[in-house]
């Protein structure tokens, strides 16, 4: 194995004449406040070590990378019944697309778009009250990342409650189709607070590094889920995991991963590490831009694709 | 390692009183006559070894797994241009969808689709006569299975040319946006033949060997690909192998594999194994039945699944 | 002319037999409990006269036939510039469908359909309360019906707003393309009132009847919109009316008019007459079974369909 | 009713000006060679006059104007059993859309759409050589227009024959469905040559004539359709003559009409007139420019629009 402090130091290098250069999420208020110029990088190993470069230590909002964790609770509560209220299969669409709702009746693609994460939420919610339901969320991914720290940015959340139009149609939508169980309000109140987790680098690799060691934390000796589930839930994130540049992704970095708004990427690299990057600046289909070519210029340095021997 | 003839033995056990279940393709008339009650399969290894069970040298017609090849021999000719022509993402979309490329101006969203499938042919065509690029095709297949026995079964491509209506109709559509160089006969032509070519499972297997080799066939020794090369295309087969199946097998059985109507799969195992089965019976996604349970078994049983640790 | 009274004496007497047959709208609650079993037909010619038959006299909800009113009311508030929020195209589709939404950035296909007519409702708040428009919309038809009595169910109007998923779901999806002015809650509590209106056959064809005679009411002598005005209404209605069975009410029975799920029709004959006819029972496309058929009967009886000599 | 002589003369004067501006369709090759500062009207009564103005008896490619004569044909041969295989309803999608017969499994939405026609010359072939069927349409259409002169400009019809993937692309989709009974080159064969009629203004509104008159051409006495099969025709014009710009023409005109990409456009003023006008440049939908805007102040002139008194 190369020296990973090396190679992040290398690549976090190579970024900063970058920095800026791409544009900051604008349609949540408060994510266009960011300034653009940062870019942080975290490796957790599945030995237990962290090596960290750049900004990896400033919170960020994890947006989108939440539903990582939230189907997780989920397949935790419903077991494999969650598959009756969402697919499995890439979309080929934006992650706020309605089209495919309405020729599927209601069930959305796959999880990891946001029409999927929202039945997903309404599946955590599972008859408790909104309060509760954030709780049960934090605490949950508190406990991923070993980390007590973690919070939750509520004005992101209210900015997005003021502004998620798209989110209110989606809900709505899949209301009429009877799949969601609560109030539209209910399930959005819950969804638009796990958006908002507020983390940093460090914490969010080591919130996801039990998919890279067969579903158990190795720091904190945790079984958070069965190895074949750790497998089945990163298989998700390779072929779902950043909307319709899923494929991309799988062709340039060839790694599990999920994305978000606010710039954050987390990669598994199942047997080896976890990895977080972010920087906020977004490529043409909402991903990271610096993070996405870093974890390109990881994968290759490291030779962690899953794709090659 | 497990001992994979113990392995593949047992699958083949399992499989035999399921036989015949599933029901055969029956929109080409030559694959509608097939026997359904058929299974085997083909295992080597990236140290040279095959292990066979079951019907693993009958011949059967590879039909969208002759895909791969194509596409790896586009590459060859010319290189990531073939990304202007057609996508990288998964189409959420079946294998013969004609929507897509309406709304996308006529850019097939990836090249294990039909219709991306066909654009790759009229790259391979290249300007030649049909009769030579079907040559080339075949002689590539030969070379990559190292067996000048392999064939294309003209009955299967004169049968397919007379009903193919729906690839007609893809091909004049991209036609009339200038994504096809050649007249829609020449392409379909060639297209038509490398559909039919005619394979074992044992021939399959030794064929897909370099995509788990790095790029290299172990046993003949010929470099075929660079090892980033082979990666990419393992990459493409796991996220849009199987048509709106994919994110299914991914999360099943956890390899990049392609299908074909035929009811042969091939799957690779990067750093372990290529893998061919091969039964005859399609489920609701068009992938064969017993062939899909089957490398879900094995892939479990050898812990070949690449988002294990 | 033929003698109106014993032409739906004769209509009316030939539905008896099939009422009930057809099945009620059950999505809204309330309009769910209304008996089937009920037919009325009332025409008001262009000299002043009207003609009974039947239920003419029950109230009943006009659902969608008010969108024609709204529409009406919008061209009057805002002239021409309404066509830069709505389009003027038949939609090919049903009227609560959402695909084509997201093609056109939010802009609806016509203002018949729920999303056009939900912009429109924006459009005739104009930056006023809800309670106001509300009160405004009924002023309105109470003007073009000459009735005072006419009035809006509020168990109706609370029926839908508590069901009415698609009706939130079209409207945040608009809003996420800036194409409404006011909160979601308000412009939508306006449009499920509007909805709400309880009319029976005479007073509905009496407020359609400015239509028939060149924009002007021969009863009252109000002038409601000019001549031009009343003829591109009745276009909009003869191409748009009924949804997906726009075309097939074109074909049967050559007038302009509209539906709604309550059972209603209002049709008009540009110069002759206009027509109310209700019918609870709805077919295949949402439309009054036997309204259909009865409006049917009378243009060709009457010799009114606008494309004969 | 106003002299037509003196409102046509002064509606071509208008246009003078306005000659050349808009662009010539030039997908067909050899329609992109017309001179585009032409403009031609004729207007015949039903009491057999005919009033022409400008370049009213210049020879044009009538185009889809054809369908209805296709369409009237084909009702001719096989009743209303055509509504089995081409639906009524407006499409909301341009002329050579494909995406909606995909949903509606190889059914186009109308007649006047190319998929449609397609099939309406499927059914008019019937069994036939393809060079019968274009005997019999020639010979149908003269009689029609009265006129043995007219012709079918074999350049034109080769030039579609070469470069119409689009209407191969739609008539292979449909075959792949079942809904073509004859060879798709047979049919295309047909399609193209009946696109390629050759008239002028003169003879195109005496053709249509019998559309304005119960079904019955005035002039010579023929007996062509039922009174209801002419008000039917109208209707389908009304709805879909003009694809996604028929919803705009129904405002503006408020006739029915049926438009070509070769500049003319057919229009019916039920128990009035047939009016043929030409100019080759088009606006954005593929109509004529400069014949919409005469068509709209010929009809506001005459008081002609069938949604007024």
């Known amino acids: 194995m190369r020296d990973i402090q090396t190679v992040i130091n290398s690549i976090t290098e190579k970024m ?7 544009k900051v999420a604008d349609y949540i208020p408060e994510l266009a406040k960011v300034d653009p110029k940062q870019f942080g990088i975290a490796v957790t190993t599945v030995d237990g070590q962290t090596f960290v470069a750049g900004d990896a230590k400033v919170q960020f909002s994890i947006q989108s990378i939440s539903k990582v964790f939230m189907l997780t609770l989920a397949l935790g509560k419903t077991g494999e019944s969650v598959w009756k209220r969402v697919g499995r299969e890439p979309s080929g ?21 946001n029409a999927g994460a929202i039945v997903v939420t309404d599946m955590v919610l599972a008859g408790h009250q909104p309060r509760e339901a954030i709780g049960e969320v934090l605490r949950f991914v508190r406990y991923l990342a070993d980390d007590e720290t973690i919070s939750i940015d509520n004005r992101v959340a209210k900015s997005e409650q003021t502004t998620g139009y798209r989110n ?21 109140g819950v969804y638009f607070h ?15 590094l ?14 958070v889920v069965s190895e074949k589930r750790a497998r089945r839930i990163n298989a998700l994130m390779l072929t779902c995991g950043h909307y319709d540049g899923s494929g991309d992704f799988a062709y340039h970095v060839g790694l599990p ?8 990427i987390l990669v598994v690299a199942p047997g080896k590490a976890s990895v977080a990057v972010w920087s906020p600046g977004l490529n043409e289909v909402g991903n990271s831009a610096l993070g996405s070519v870093a974890l390109e210029m990881l994968a290759n340095e490291m030779g962690w694709s899953v794709f090659g021997a």
Chains 1, 2, 3, 4 share one sequence.
């Open 257 to 264: 991963g999920k994305s978000g708004v606010g710039g954050g």
């Open 16 to 22: 900063l004449p970058r920095l800026g250069a791409a």
């Open 210 to 223: 039990f998919l890279a060691n067969r579903g158990r934390n190795p720091v904190t000796g945790h079984s």
């Open 93 to 113: 669409s934006a992650f706020n697309s309605i089209v495919q709702l309405e020729r599927e009746m209601g069930i959305p693609r796959n999880p990891f778009v």
């Open 168 to 188: 209110f149609a989606l809900a709505n939508f899949m209301s009429s189709f009877g799949n969601l169980h609560h109030p539209v309000d209910h399930t959005l």
């Open 194 to 208: 796990q958006c908002a987790l507020s983390m940093n680098c460090v914490q969010l690799a080591r919130a996801g």
